[in-house]
């Protein structure tokens, strides 16, 4: 009846899991998306290249290595943009061959072009080809995710004015630079720039950066960023931006202007919806493109579902993958259990930050009580061979029965060792796992064991007055 029974629309992270999903589970699938866009914005402009981008600065700057060798320790004096884009195009290559290898195994067509509703079983695909293709389907999923969002004001040329996905294809490496928005995105360029020597200024008309991260650790980075010669302007808006011969200018509302070669805005995101012809199909969006979905990620239309960046908070690649895949398996009528409430966030600033849980001022603010126990990599013999002396990591801790309530790291391997705070703690285990487990030596996971010696000795000594 239907050319196939699931049509993705988009190939990102959330379309192709869904995607592999259905496919694993016999159904006849496809992806429709742009010949240049395979893997979406995570794989050509967003994630990958950015976190690529981001281990080449490392590399080549020697940041990471300057503790051991002295602060004018340089693997490469003049680093261009060559020397970053060579890394960055060989990692979304490889990437592609990966995402197209894995759909042609689970035999998912790949149909190049773009999508937009016929009606709420069918799609019109435009291949550029100046003829459109009518495709059937009996369940949709929609992954379209979202562009970067440009304020109307704003005069973007991609060379002097850039968004978050046009500062990858800058021509050189800027001088000089305002970032336009201390969210993640905008703080991760602001740190990546600044570590490559650029002479970056932060402005946020938000009282402070990063506000759902425990505070402790937003102020170790704003003080890290601050060595690298990091300005913050907080509480500032942008006014107008003047374009010159040789520069922008950046003028805010409280009359102060900051001259500069490049000016990142990070305001946000929008969903690619525009192009979608929603409203054949029955659906609309929100202001920001945006489509609202249910808890098993259908819309209001019975048979299509929405996935990933599309349908709003929280916008992760992981959390995105895991939509896909419980979307795919509701669609097929198959029983899913429900997404977890332990998510851990990664944000991929210099030094990196990661955490799990409640924050301090959550806890506090829901009267709940807690004690903090905390390692600093500096006492660990890994974190001196690494040179990251200025790395942490944070617990808290229920005194009430050791649960182990939020995990917080900032600093060297931080995306990564957080999962083992988010494995104790969706296993319900206490810090007395922590307490009592033997951690290879010397490693940055042996912070568990310090920080849950430090809470639980604090723990100890209130219990011996109370008693």
């Not at 291949?127 to 004001?153: H, L, N, Q, W, Y």
């Not at 991760?188 to 970056?200: C, H, I, M, N, R």
Request: hydrophobic share 40%; aromatic share 6%.
């Amino acid at each position: 009846m239907y050319d196939y029974d699931l049509l993705v629309l988009g190939s990102g992270p959330s379309g192709q899991k869904a995607a592999i999903a259905a496919a694993k589970l016999g159904r006849r699938v496809a992806i429709v998306d742009r010949r240049d866009m395979l893997g979406g914005v995570c794989i050509n402009t967003g994630t990958v290249p950015s976190k690529t981008l981001r281990e080449a600065v490392l590399y080549l700057t020697g940041l990471s290595q300057r503790d051991l060798y002295g602060s004018s320790y340089r693997v490469k004096e003049d680093i261009t943009v060559a020397d970053l884009a060579a890394r960055t195009q060989h990692v979304i290559t490889r990437q592609t061959d990966v995402i197209r290898n894995q759909l042609a195994r689970n035999k998912v067509s790949l149909i190049t072009g773009t999508g937009r509703f016929a009606d709420a079983h069918s799609v019109w695909v435009d291949a550029g080809s100046g003829r459109e293709t009518r495709i059937s389907f009996d369940k949709a999923v929609i992954a379209a995710g979202t562009r970067p969002a440009r304020p109307d004001s704003v005069d973007f040329d991609d060379r002097t004015i850039v968004d978050s996905d046009g500062v990858i294809n800058l021509q050189a490496v800027p001088r000089s630079m305002v970032v336009v928005g201390a969210g993640v995105i905008g703080m991760e360029y602001a740190s990546l720039f600044a570590a490559l020597g650029t002479k970056v200024t932060v402005v946020e008309r938000r009282p402070r950066m990063l506000d759902f991260c425990d505070e402790e650790i937003v102020e170790s980075l704003k003080y890290h960023l601050r060595d690298l010669s990091v300005t913050f302007r907080f509480g500032e808006e942008v006014a107008a931006v003047e374009k010159h011969r040789s520069a922008a200018l950046c003028v805010l509302r409280s009359g102060k202007k900051i001259a500069a070669d490049t000016v990142m805005y990070s305001a946000g995101r929008q969903g690619q919806t525009d192009d979608l012809a929603l409203e054949a199909a029955g659906l609309t969006a929100d202001h920001r493109g945006r489509i609202t979905v249910d808890a098993d990620y259908r819309t209001t239309v019975e048979n299509i579902y929405a996935v990933g960046d599309v349908i709003g908070f929280p916008a992760l690649a992981s959390t995105s993958m895991e939509q896909g895949r419980l979307a795919a398996q509701h669609a097929c009528g198959e029983s899913a259990r429900g997404m977890s409430d332990l998510q851990p966030i990664g944000i991929y600033t210099i030094p990196e930050i990661s955490f799990v849980g409640k924050t301090e001022e959550e806890l506090t603010d829901a009267s709940v009580p807690f004690e903090v126990g905390i390692a600093r990599y500096r006492e660990l013999a890994r974190g001196q061979i690494v040179g990251d002396s200025y790395g942490m990591l944070k617990l808290l801790v229920s005194p009430e029965d050791g649960r182990l309530l939020g995990v917080h790291v900032f600093g060297t391997g931080a995306t990564e060792i957080v999962h083992i705070g988010q494995a104790v703690m969706g296993c319900g285990g206490t810090v007395d796992y922590l307490l009592d487990a033997v951690f290879n030596y010397p490693t940055l996971a042996e912070a568990y064991k310090v920080a849950a010696l430090d809470a639980a000795n604090k723990i100890r000594n209130i219990t011996r007055i109370d008693t």
